[in-house]
C-alpha cells in the first residue's frame, strides 16, 4: 500500500500535531523535515500511510512561501500521494499579507482544482470556527494571547475577512448548519458555492463530529486546507481505523530535558510550573547573548550536573511586556533569530551530553533545534496531549532520540514533566 495522504505543514510543531491525528486515527505516518534532496537519497520508498512535510513558511514572505509548498506538492505528487492536504495552525497564525491565502492558492492552480475548504478547528484543543469566526477556548481569537503574538498578532477572527484580505478568488462560508446536516449537505453547499465562483468556503466545526462530517465530504477533493482537526475524520476515507500499532515507537533512554523558547501564554505557563516544582532551570537572556556572552556553554554547564535527576528546563520564555523590551533593544526578527540559534545551540549540546527524551517548545524553535540535529525523519508515535505526540528519530551514531515538539500555544500546565510520565513506545 503507498502514500494515500500528503501532507504540506507550514512549520515543524504543526507538522507533528497533523501527524499525530492521523496516527490516532489509524494511519501510519512519517514527518520529513523539509523537502528531501534532489537524487536517489531523496527519492527512497516512504514506508508509511501518510507522509508530512515540514516546511519553516508559516512567517517568511510569501513568495518563498509558495515556492517551498510547491516543491514539497511535486515530492508528494512523485510519491504517489492521492490527496494532499495543506496544514497551517490552529490559531491561523496569518497577518493580512500573511501566506495561507497565496499557498492555497497556488496549490489550486499546480493541482488544477477550483475550490477547497479551509478550516483550522481542533475542538480538542479548544479551537472552534461558528458562522466563520475562531475562538480559542471561551474567546474569539482577537480577544485571546494570539493578539500579542510577537511575528503573527491576530486582531480579526473572522477567517472570511482575514483569508479575503491575502487571496484573489472568492472566499465563500459553509456554516455549522449545513455542516451539521451531514456529508451530503456539506457536498450540496460546496456545489453552489463553487457556481458563485467562490474557491475557497471557510467550514465551521465545534466538535469532533463536524470534522468527521467533513472529512467524508471532501473525500474527493484533489487538495485540503485545514489545521490538525480534520485529519480526525479523513483516514476512514481509505477504510483506516484507529489501531496501537500505528503509534509503536522503538524503546526510549536516557536523559531528559525541555528547551523552550516560546513565548505563548500557554508556555508561560508551563514554565512557571515547572519553576514552582523546584525543578532545576536555565533562564536563556538574549541579550547577554547578544552582547557576545558564553550564554550556551552556561546553560550546558549548568545542566550536565543535573541530567541524571530529572528532566532539565533551557528557557527563554517571557511574558509579553519583556518580549516587547528585548524586541525594542534588538528588533522582532533579529531577537527571535537570535533565540533559535541559542537554543538550537543547546539542544545540541544537550544530546551530545547524553539526553534522549527532549521536549522542545515553539514552532521555530523547533524548526531551529530539529535542523540543528540534523534530523531528517521522525516516526510518529503516542499522544502526549491533544497535538503533541511523542516522535523517535535515528542519530548519526545508531541511537534514537525521542523529540516531542510543542506548538507554543499547546499542552496542559504541567506538561514539561508529564510527557516524561508517558512511556514514548507505547500508545496511550
Known sequence: MGIRLGCIADDFTGATDLANNLVRAGMRAVQ???????????????????????????????????????????????????QIYFKYCSTFDSTPAGNIGPVSEALMEALGTGFTIATPAFPDNGRTVFKGHLFVGD??????????????????????????????????????TVVAAGAEAIRARVDELRREGVGIAVADAVSNDDLVRLGAAVRGLPLVTAGSGLAIGLPRNWGFEPSRAAARLPPAGGHAAVVSGSVSVATNRQVQQFLSGG?????????????????????????GTRLGDGPVLVYSTEAPDAVRTVQGRLGAAEAGELVERTLAAVARGLVERGVRRLVVAGGETSGAVVRELGVNVLRIGPQIDPGVPWCAAALADGDTLHLALKSGNFGGPGFFTAAFDLPATEAP
Do not use: C, Y
Not at 157 to 171: I, M, P, R, W, Y
Not at 292 to 303: I, P, Q
Open 139 to 176: 474567546v474569539l481569537l482577537a480577544d485571546s494571547g494570539m493578539r500579542n503574538h510577537p511575528l503573527t498578532p491576530m486582531t480579526d477572527s473572522n477567517l472570511v475577512s482575514v483569508l479575503d484580505a491575502q487571496t484573489e478568488g472568492e472566499v465563500g462560508l459553509i456554516d455549522h
Open 32 to 82: 520529513l523535515i523539509d523537502v528531501p534532496a534532489e537524487g536517489a537519497d531523496g527519492r527512497q520508498p516512504v514506508d508509511a500511510d501518510a507522509v508530512v512535510i515540514a516546511l519553516k513558511s508559516r512567517t517568511v514572505p510569501a513568495a518563498e512561501a509558495v515556492e517551498a509548498s510547491l516543491r514539497a506538492l511535486a515530492w508528494l505528487r512523485d510519491a504517489g500521494a492521492e
Open 279 to 303: 525543578r532545576p532551570a536555565f533562564a536563556v537572556d538574549p541579550l547577554r547573548v547578544a552582547a557576545g556572552e558564553d550564554v550556551v556553554g552556561e546553560a550546558l554547564e549548568f545542566a
